[in-house]
């Protein structure tokens, strides 16, 4: 890791979604930088080491990662970059996504996931040529790709709900294995998660319309010329 090169642009969008944050969680105004050529080397540093730790895991949201200890750590008023490079954020971001499970679907955080879940699993399903319709039989060296997608926070639980052939899939996997992919605590909660579903208001219809939607637009890109 060498300083001489400079700030690169995914190091810049870094500095500014923590300048954005944190301002953000002051409510305070702020600008985002344009000009780095007068950043100081520490954190320069501190960026890099950030940079390469994202890149490393790709799945990890930015702004989650960030704005993760303020929803963690409440008492806490500020997170400044250095504390990203350490292993204490990365147990933040993990507390904050296994926090954001369990909010209620209906609830507007919850829905906004669920739609980038529904996203994800289009795009998904078009870089592997498969139908929406069958994400779930989906494997990915012998494991079930929506696991895979579970842990690493790429897909909203919900979502899988939506799929009849969900709950059979899942029972198909060895407990063992199950707690190991995506976690005891997870496993234990799925049964909370089926009833949030199927009481839901909003989520249940948007979920199941939602599938049915990229569905029908991963069929049209498919057959067009």
């Known amino acids: 890791m060498t300083l001489e090169e400079g700030i690169s642009n995914f190091e ?63 008492d806490e ?26 909010i209620d679907p209906d609830d507007m955080q ?13 795009s998904f399903c078009l870089e592997n040529n498969i139908p929406v319709t069958e994400y779930i039989e989906h494997k990915t060296n012998n494991t079930f790709s929506f696991l895979l997608h579970l842990r690493e926070h790429r897909v909203n639980v919900y979502c899988l709900f939506g799929y009849p052939s969900f709950d059979s899939a899942i029972r198909s996997v060895d407990s063992e294995i199950l707690s190991f992919t995506i976690g005891s605590e997870f496993v234990d909660s799925l049964s909370f998660f089926r009833t949030k579903f199927l009481s839901s208001r909003k989520a249940r219809t948007f979920i199941e ?17």
């Open 110 to 122: 919850q829905l906004e996931n669920i739609q980038k879940s529904l996203l994800f699993i289009s």
């Open 12 to 74: 810049q969008h870094i500095y500014n979604t923590h300048l954005k944050v944190t301002r953000t969680k002051k409510q305070q105004p702020f600008k985002y930088r344009k000009n780095f050529d007068s950043i100081d080397q520490r954190t320069c540093l501190h960026l890099k080491k950030i940079a390469i730790f994202l890149k490393k895991f790709p799945h990890i949201d930015i702004t989650e990662f960030i704005s993760a200890p303020y929803s963690v750590y409440q």
């Open 209 to 225: 319309l939602g599938i049915q939607k990229i569905n029908t637009k991963n069929n049209l890109i498919k057959t067009k010329p």
């Open 77 to 102: 008023e500020y997170f400044d970059l250095e504390y990203y490079t350490t292993l204490k954020a990365t147990k933040a971001y993990t507390l904050y996504q296994n926090k954001k499970k369990f």
